[in-house]
């Protein structure tokens, strides 16, 4: 049932605990659910009470722990025996005596971990200060590290048939975007396109369907458009309109996301330059990248691309992206920025997001693309412009 | 622009610093988006990244402070005066280095709060270890106390207002259970049934378009349906498929949550008088709700209701519901389970989920209501029933 070979998973397990070996963990606490789904397949929308997959370098096999009414679910997606899947009682949910953690603990008392180097997700949204506490006073013996990035770096190399999943999401994300694109009309509400966004996003190909992306669709009009990261509302689109569409396609949770700009009427005049400056340097940027090279100089590239015109973009141009689950598709590892000096490597994926959000307007323009031998290779098929209704 | 009068802001927080006063805190750290939401109006899909809202006792206007591209979205969609909106530089994003929650304690330091009483939320998806360890660094004098239910426990007796936008979510539910069950027939792929249940929860009512909603759909068939959680696949329905639909409409992010079973076929015995049992016990606990009872109350109603037949549930049936985003539209607040003795008030909302999960399939009929000042009224018009195909 899961999606991988159980070779592949086993594959994954191998670099993580190499990692864990050479940072001093003997047992690891995975908490975010990209993580558990990495790991081990599993598969659920769970996640929002506390659940993990312990992962110990002594032991074969990792064991999934949470509630009991989803361990059918960890027994349907997962390649785990059934001796590692643990599911806790309801009481343990959101209870203010008794927490999962302390099942997790119970766990690793039963095994004779209690005084072990255990890591933990210092910065992820599925571990809080009460699971950090809970842990703390069940095992005082042990030693806590942090090991927030220790997954998600080896997720940043992505495998064939990863990268087959990506591509599914990549034909998903261009008839999902085309669809945007042609809705979008004088007097139709924002939320009717993005019913059809929606739409478009699961039905997917005649092939196979989609899943839900990590983020809802970004899709502001007019003054909306100044910020990043609205959504939609009943406004009607009128003549005149900028209209951000940053979407996604997903597959196995594994996504391509793109964002493209329409304008509704006659384009003026600097949203028309604004728009030919980010294509040009978006274009010359992917042409430069190749493995080797680091995310800074990806951005310095950039930057020196749109230099001379009136563009300023002040945020990161891009990030590491794949397998993930809300509320983010990024895998928050390496970004496109001063600083970040993460050396290319074939099979990371990004998704090179140069957009620029105005007082007034915005524009957006972007591609994801995998690092390949020789360059990069974008994943989507979609032209590069500002699309004019 | 933001979805509720100044007033009914003003209200809340009022509300909000008597709970403060009483629980010694001087400045509350909101973090979770429903309470940003709840408190000033801001609404995007920025949560993904550190944010949060400032309460102080001594001082009138909350502070909003987040990433410096998502601040025009804090201008657009709170009541809050430009001082009182603080954006952070983008190399506060993802560092290994620097932490939004730094910039936080600069903007305590700034107004002198350094030693101040803290309120944090210390169980919630957006407020990490990391963020307790960065103010601790850098407010060595701030006295932390757990604030993490301190917002839900006002958000749970509902506004007429906000009761407004769940009447319209349930609107929306309606039609999207509908469109449902209408479209589940053998052959169609599952995933072709979720693009429908997504295009009518977004697309809504002639009068008003739908949010996205804290979780997905939860569709699975057949064997799949012997858990909590799961979502679709590319699998087309067969005659014998059970399908559980956990499906919700959403409006300005208040939702109307609802689980209804079909059957494809000859309904078998067993799942035909679990529904009956279910739908009975269902229908006898909403009768004996009324304000003055306590969670547990409720809850033991139910066990009584079906007792004496084969129906096993282990697991809470209910909690409390409203205003949220991703990834759960539960309060956290009140459960309907034993040991829960919150007292029922008028304008509290639940979800009464009664949803059975056997070795082979589950059945599932719930139905969201509010307490009202003589009993209950549930949100959504729909038959309560096993539905045949």
Redesign the interface.
């Known amino acids: 049932m899961p999606v991988f070979e159980k070779k592949e998973y086993k594959k994954r397990l191998k670099k993580v605990k190499e990692k864990m070996d050479r940072d001093g963990i003997e047992v690891l606490l995975a908490s975010h659910p990209a993580n558990l789904n990495y790991l081990t397949g599993y ?6 009470v506390h659940q993990g997959v312990l992962v110990f370098l002594d032991r074969e096999e990792p064991i999934w722990f949470g ?7 960890a ?3 997962t390649w785990l025996k059934e001796e590692n899947i643990r599911g806790y ?3 343990y ?2 209870s203010l005596t008794k ?1 999962p953690m302390d099942y997790m603990s119970d766990i690793l008392k039963e095994l004779g971990y209690e005084d072990c180097y255990l890591g ?1 997700e ?12 809970s842990i703390k006073n069940n095992l005082n013996q042990v030693k806590i590290k ?1 090991a ?2 220790l997954v998600p770096l080896v997720r940043q190399i992505k495998s064939s048939q990863e990268l087959k999943y990506m591509h599914m999401a990549a034909e998903i994300v261009e008839k999902t975007m085309q669809k945007a694109i042609d809705i979008i009309e004088p007097g139709v ?4 396109a ?3 966004v ?7 190909t005649k092939e ?5 992306t990590a ?2 669709p ?1 899709m502001p009009s007019a ?2 458009t ?9 406004r009607k689109y009128q003549k005149g309109d900028v209209v951000l569409l940053e979407l996604a396609g997903s597959k196995n949770k594994y996504h391509a996301p793109l964002s493209r700009t329409v304008y509704i009427g006659n384009v003026p005049e600097d949203l028309a330059e604004i728009s030919k400056v980010v294509v040009d340097g978006l274009n010359k940027t992917l042409a430069f990248i190749k493995p080797g090279i680091t995310c800074e100089e990806v951005e310095e590239k950039w930057r020196e691309s749109i230099s001379g015109s009136k563009v300023v973009k ?3 141009v891009g ?1 590491a992206y794949g397998l993930n ?4 598709w ?1 895998e ?1 590892t390496a ?1 496109l ?3 970040d000096k993460t050396i290319l490597q074939p099979g990371m994926t990004f998704h090179f997001m140069p ?1 620029i ?1 105005l ?1 007034k307007f915005g524009f957006e323009c972007s591609e994801p693309f995998v690092v390949t031998e020789n360059g990069c290779e974008t994943f989507v098929d979609f032209p590069r412009k500002l699309f004019v209704k």
Chains 1, 2 share one sequence.
């Open positions: 598969d659920g929308w769970s996640f929002y509630r009991e009414q989803d361990s059918n679910g027994r349907l997606t009682q309801d009481d949910v959101q927490h933990v210092m910065d992820n949204y599925y571990f809080t200060p009460r699971c950090l506490n942090d927030n990035q509400r924002e939320g009717d993005a019913a059809e929606f739409k478009a996003q699961i039905s997917g196979f369907t989609g899943d839900y983020i809802a970004i003054e909306r100044s910020t990043a990261h609205l959504t939609w509302t009943d002040e945020s990161r990030y689950y809300p509320p983010d990024g928050h970004s920025r001063p600083g957009g959000w007082d």
